[in-house]
């Protein structure tokens, strides 16, 4: 692994990418750092301290919610509104056009993405701010607008640093800021888990946490299944179905082409951690907005869709399966496989090209997107059974964090390790 950094290092190119990354990282942590103006920050910490769906997007922003900086809201209006934007090429023709356009319809789309993400923030940013009125120190309408405006404009900022990160960097701008985010938050809750230690006085094992605090095994415990999560995950991040490819022989001029075999790789979760995270996300909004009201259908709202109640869960659940079946969709199309096959002379051997073939693989990718749905949803939900088995309360790293902190290096690394390979360097992966 040492070895493969330092020859990572050496190559110009592959150095300037990773350092112009980790310099924007830490742009980013100086950016939680900076306060929102006129805000008590006391007051909103007191309320993320209670447990709510608020703690989980603080734990997502970095710990910028806590602290009410600029970037408090951190990319989830932008999320919501690629979720929207995804949606909306599927029901206006003219978008799934420009979508297939090649480069300049997905700028265009892009653009409008960003047009959606200052309009949601906008909106999220005047709900936080008059939601937490009792945190405003000088509350008006004038003060809420430059409460929204501020954290708009620290949306925006992310929304531009990710794009940079994607285009000059190394790895998914986007999902990177929410790595840092997490990681950032870490040390914290370490230091949370070693408090609790020391309520218990250090004994082996507890039952009751709110009296006797956190035993030595209890910790063993959640660290044994966070071990076992981060081999599953590594496994069905890397674990694929290879579709064998046969290509028949044909003569072009005086050469013959074609004769070999090779195959389609179909991996077992083909849309990554992004379910996850626009389920997360679209929960998320209602909920924050519904909690700065004290109207009785807000509060219903609340209640029914905490982050621990049956309901919350459930809708998680069914969201993150929905979501990877509607993500691998639009990354992988059974037809277009099938007609570029047909195309270039090649078919899956017992398979008639054409419609067949794309019926085959349509077939094998609903199986495998169903494993690999299960497998998110599965691990998203796993820190509400975690806490009750364990008895180590707040085990927000323990799913859906984990999930994406793993997932997030994966592919980082996977991107580092094209690199390399292509200059004939010995990559990570051995």
């Not at 990773?18 to 007051?43: Q, S, Y």
């Not at 120190?137 to 990710?162: E, Q, S």
């Not at 982050?307 to 659940?317: A, D, G, P």
């Not at 794309?358 to 077939?363: F, I, M, V």
Request: proline fraction near 4%.
């Amino acid at each position: 692994m040492l070895a493969s950094l330092r020859s990572a290092f050496r190559i110009p190119d592959l150095r300037r990418r990773i350092m112009f990354t980790f310099w924007m990282l830490i742009v980013i942590r100086v950016g939680t750092h900076i306060a929102v103006p006129g805000i008590n920050v006391a007051a909103i910490r007191e309320l993320i301290g209670q447990g709510t769906l608020l703690s989980l997007m603080d734990l997502f922003s970095g710990g910028a919610l806590a602290s009410f900086s600029v970037l408090a809201m951190s990319v989830t209006p932008y999320i919501t509104s690629s979720i929207i934007m995804s949606l909306l090429q599927m029901i206006i023709p003219a978008w799934e056009e420009m979508a297939k356009e090649g480069e300049e319809g997905r700028r265009k789309l892009q653009q409008y993405g960003r047009y959606g993400t200052l309009i949601l923030g906008m909106m999220q940013g005047l709900g936080m701010a008059y939601g937490l009125r009792q945190a405003v120190l000088n509350p008006g309408w004038g003060a809420y607008f430059m409460i929204a405006i501020a954290l708009t404009a620290g949306t925006v900022f992310l929304m531009w640093l990710g794009e940079q990160i994607t285009e000059k960097g190394i790895g998914n701008g986007i999902s990177l800021i929410i790595f840092a985010g997490i990681v950032s938050r870490s040390p914290a809750g370490l230091a949370n888990l070693f408090r609790y230690m020391q309520v218990g006085g250090w004994q082996l094992i507890t039952t009751n946490v709110e009296q006797q605090g956190v035993g030595i095994l209890n910790i063993l415990f959640l660290a044994s299944i966070a071990l076992l999560v981060v081999a599953a995950v590594v496994m069905i991040q890397e674990g694929d179905r290879r579709i064998p490819v046969q290509y028949a022989k044909r003569v072009v001029g005086r050469k013959m082409y074609g004769g070999q075999s090779t195959h389609i790789p179909m991996k077992v979760n083909q849309a990554g951690v992004i379910p996850v995270i626009f389920a997360t996300s679209l929960l998320a909004f209602p909920t924050t907005i519904a909690s700065f009201f004290t109207h009785p259908i807000a509060k219903w709202i609340t209640d029914v869709l905490d982050q621990r109640s049956l309901v919350f869960i459930s809708l998680e659940f069914l969201l993150i399966i929905a979501f990877a079946y509607f993500y691998t969709a639009m990354t992988f199309n059974p037809v277009d496989v099938s007609n570029n096959l047909k195309k270039y002379g090649g078919f899956v051997p017992g398979i008639r090209p054409g419609r067949p073939t794309a019926q085959y693989l349509d077939r094998v990718l609903t199986r495998l997107t169903l494993v690999g749905a299960l497998f998110l949803a599965t691990v998203a939900i796993m820190p509400n059974f975690v806490m009750n088995i364990t008895g180590v309360p707040n085990v927000n790293f323990g799913g859906t964090a984990l999930l994406i902190v793993v997932s997030v290096a994966l592919e980082t690394m996977k991107q580092i390790e094209s690199h390399l390979l292509m200059r004939h360097y010995q990559g990570f992966l051995r």
